[in-house]
């Protein structure tokens, strides 16, 4: 007796954020949709159970795809479908910088604002300036 087939929550081409049998969350497209076992004759179909294949981008060097594939996900391990699209692109097309960059300083509105002095007292000084202190 064949099941009746549950829907797809999630379309093909779909950006979204899951979560990997690992606990790794990754943000990757959806490029095929199938139910679970439907890939083995050994096994009956569970179309209860809609898996999808994911592709993530990744930069590793590994790859020279640009991306890294985790199949047999299924809708639960989705955690939520993301406003932008992500693209995919073999590695040598990515764009790379010579350049190193640096931290930014992030300055908040209406954050408390910290003086450092320009010049940091030596160890003696600073010993000799909590001797001053206990004298008194």
Do not use: W
Not at 50 to 55: D, G, L, S, W
Not at 86 to 105: A, C, E, F
Not at 127 to 132: A, G, H, P, T, V
């Amino acid at each position: 007796m064949q099941q009746k087939k549950k829907r797809f929550k999630y379309q093909v081409g779909q950006s979204v954020q899951f979560n990997y049998f690992d606990g790794t969350s990754y943000k990757g497209i959806i490029v095929k949709r199938g139910y679970r076992n439907e890939d083995v004759s050994y096994l009956p179909t569970e179309y209860n159970q809609p898996n999808y294949t994911m592709h993530c981008v990744d930069r590793s060097g590994n790859y020279s795809r640009g991306y890294m594939s985790y199949p047999s996900i299924p809708s639960s391990f989705i955690k939520s479908v993301l406003p932008y699209t992500i693209n995919i692109m073999p590695l040598k097309d990515y764009p790379t910088s010579t350049t190193v960059r640096q931290p930014m300083n992030v300055i908040m509105a209406n954050s408390p604002t910290i003086s450092i002095p320009a010049s940091e007292p030596t160890l003696d000084q600073a010993i000799d300036k909590q001797r001053e202190f206990l004298k008194r």
